[in-house]
């Protein structure tokens, strides 16, 4: 089947074999995980995942791809498709739903909306053993970012107090049909224990990370001044003269601790 990619739902079919033999490989599915694949597009990745798992659950929203997709899984496996927007899909219901206590997702992530997706995802990361996702190289470098970086920013905190952040691979332009803009990357995602994770609110976390580095340039006194004084950050243990750029994802943890 060869559709003519839309746009409007980002899409870019991998076509180079190379690459989606080393994404397979990466994932390394086995015929029990619970396999769970957003936008399997025409199929480059589902049909090898199907042939290696025997069973996966594919979340499409665009209606026109989706005979091409039962039709072909036909012979190979038990594709199931969930016909909706990734966002609303519930990954811990779903995951209930059908018995198993952590799923396997992976994709070829529409780049428009990849930010929220990786935030929805990190919503259920209790439900999630791991991640393989294609991104754009761009908010791979930010995700795995390192304290002091020029992109280290509020997705490299937030990303790195749920998960361990594992890039694995560049992937060219000419590798997709309509080839895209930017150079792509795929990385692996795997959510920290319930041992490892913080225990600090996550909404607060996430108002201190957003103030903080929606003004990175000034100190942190000054971009947390709505929330908290010098001195209570002082009781977090962070310099009030500090900048955000500066900090590493567990002093915010330590913030969000002591926000009044
Ligand atoms: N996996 C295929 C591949 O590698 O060739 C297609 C990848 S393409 C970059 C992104 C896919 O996500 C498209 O099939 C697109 O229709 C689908 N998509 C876009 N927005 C979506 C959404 N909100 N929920 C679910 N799927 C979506």
Known sequence: MSARPKKSFGQHFLHERSYIERIVKSISPRPDD????????????????????GKLTAIELDTDLLPHLQAKAAGIGELSII?????????????QRHGVSRLRIAGNLPYYISSPILFH?????????????????????????????????RLSVMLQLACRVEPLFDVPPGAFRPPPKVDSSVVRLIPLTAEERHD?????????????????????????????????????????????????PHDFVRLAKTLP
């Open 34 to 53: 619970f396999l769970v694949e957003i936008g399997p597009g025409e199929g480059a990745l589902t049909f090898p995942l199907l042939t290696a798992a």
């Open 83 to 95: 016909h909706a927007d990734v966002l609303k899909v519930d990954f811990t219901a779903l995951a």
């Open 200 to 248: 600090a609110d996550p909404e607060r976390v996430h108002a201190i990370v957003k103030a903080a580095f929606a003004q990175r340039r000034k100190t942190l006194s000054n971009a947390l001044r709505q929330l908290m004084d010098a001195d209570t950050i002082r009781l977090a243990d962070v310099d009030p003269k500090a900048r955000a750029e500066t900090l590493a």
């Open 121 to 153: 995802c990190i919503d259920h990361a209790a439900a999630i053993a791991d991640m393989h996702f294609m991104l754009q190289k761009e908010v791979v470098d930010r995700m795995a970012a390192e304290p002091g970086s020029k992109v280290y920013g």
